[in-house]
């Protein structure tokens, strides 16, 4: 017989063995997962004895955490900013950090009024989504060049009901919102990571989340050359991106040249440089 909390505690050291670096999170997760039950009800089963049926929907759940692959990739599912996104493989899982951008961005935006915001190179449509969801005047255009980026996004959408405030556009950039509409804000988490450092990454990471999210060029800032100028010309109210760590002062100076004002770089909750913003020029 065997119980919750056993094959739990075999989980955990399992993944441990392997290097997963948090090994009973991910174990509970999964088992919740393949049980169908959140993870306070599996605190509340540990004695309960699991059935051959939910052993057998586990043990491939674990093969391939154990391989390395993402858990919001075996469970479909990320919470991200309030919201439970659907998530799955060729789409870059959002991260607790990018949530300093939402706030940014959010922080611009007063309840319920009519704003137009851009989401460049969208993924999952974790950022834009959020923005939407917790302001119900936004209008939202995602925009991404990978069709499974696309597709993941439209889920979300149509899980969150957001369907009448939201447009899912296939595209370079700003190249995919047609000239004649309109755009006040701008937010883009884009690759940033040097092609060099991909290497070194943890393997859920490099072996497996989409390169073309992640790879940022030579010194990380080949989209953002590209990405600042066409922001600044079609914002009419700020432009805001994430960050690496140490990128703070390089991805300021293409603000500045790009003629945006009161260009600031914020933290995340770690204290870390996490976003970009500034502020579009007077009309």
């Not at 919750?4 to 063995?17: E, G, K, Q």
């Not at 870059?92 to 611009?108: G, K, M, W």
């Not at 991106?241 to 995340?268: C, K, N």
Request: net charge neutral; proline share 8%.
């Amino acid at each position: 017989m065997h119980t919750v909390a056993d094959i739990l505690l075999r989980t955990t050291d399992w993944f441990r063995a392997r290097g997963i670096p948090s090994p009973r999170l991910d174990a509970e997760l999964l088992m919740a997962h393949a049980l169908g039950v959140d993870r306070v009800r599996l605190y509340m089963q540990f004695d309960r004895p699991l059935t051959d049926a939910e052993l057998d929907r586990l043990r491939p759940l674990v093969a391939r955490r154990g391989r390395r692959e993402p858990v919001a990739w075996i469970t479909g599912e990320k919470g991200f900013h309030e919201l439970e996104l659907a998530v799955r493989p060729g789409v870059l899982v959002p991260r607790p950090d990018t949530e300093a951008l939402v706030e940014a961005a959010l922080a611009l935006i007063e309840g319920d009024e009519e704003v137009f915001v851009a989401d460049i190179g969208c993924g999952s449509g974790a950022v834009g989504l959020a923005i939407a969801a917790a302001r119900p005047g936004v209008k939202l255009y995602a925009t991404d060049v990978s069709e499974e980026a696309l597709a993941c996004t439209r889920d979300n959408v149509r899980r969150l009901g957001l369907e009448r405030r939201v447009g899912v556009l296939r595209g370079d950039l700003l190249d995919a919102v047609p000239a004649r509409r309109p755009v006040d804000i701008v937010v883009s988490n884009p690759p940033y990571v040097p092609t060099g450092v991909l290497a070194g990454l943890e393997p859920e990471v490099r072996d497996h989340e989409p390169r073309l999210a992640l790879d940022g060029g030579p010194d990380g800032l080949a989209v953002y050359r590209r990405l600042v100028p066409a922001a600044a010309r079609r914002a009419r109210r700020a432009v805001l991106v994430e960050i690496g760590h140490d990128q703070g002062p390089a991805v300021r100076a293409l603000f500045e040249s790009a003629g945006l004002r009161e260009v600031t770089v914020l933290p995340d909750l770690a204290g870390r440089d996490r976003v970009v913003r500034g502020l579009a020029p007077p009309a």
